[in-house]
């Protein structure tokens, strides 16, 4: 079983920029696929990004294409979600996930951090 939890979240203003880290512990970690949702108030958890177990494929969300960048260091075993250009919708808590599927299917994934708060400000 891998255990996640997500650092990084906070408040800042359109425009500006944060850093979310994924921390995995358990069983090995490069064995799984990762992703990136997000739930904003009201709204249904939704996709945002993921990554294999390789970092060789990503896929981002039309929403954040070109915004966000995914990426992984297995010998942290530790993922990042790198938010530029942030925007006022872009508010949300932030969950990371762990799965042996390299899917946008929420269902494939079966272990989930506690999620971190991201506030963006206009």
């Known amino acids: 079983q891998v255990q996640l939890v997500e650092s990084g979240g906070g408040l800042v203003q359109a425009g500006g920029s944060l850093r979310l880290s994924c921390a995995a512990s358990?069983?090995?970690?490069?064995?799984?696929?990762r992703g990136w949702f997000r739930q904003a108030p009201g709204k249904e958890r939704e996709f945002v990004a993921h990554?294999?177990?390789?970092?060789?494929?990503?896929y981002y969300a039309d929403s954040v294409k070109g915004r966000f960048t995914i990426s992984r260091d297995n010998a942290k075993n530790t993922m990042y979600l790198q938010m530029n250009s942030l925007k006022p919708e872009d508010t949300a808590v932030y969950y990371c996930?762990?799965?042996?599927?390299?899917?946008?299917?929420?269902?494939?994934?079966?272990?989930w951090g506690q999620g971190t708060q991201v506030t963006v400000s206009s």
């Open positions: 996930a762990a799965g042996s599927t390299y899917t946008t299917n929420q269902a494939s994934y079966d272990t």
């Open positions: 358990g069983r090995t970690f490069r064995t799984y696929a």
């Open positions: 990554i294999n177990w390789s970092a060789t494929s990503t």
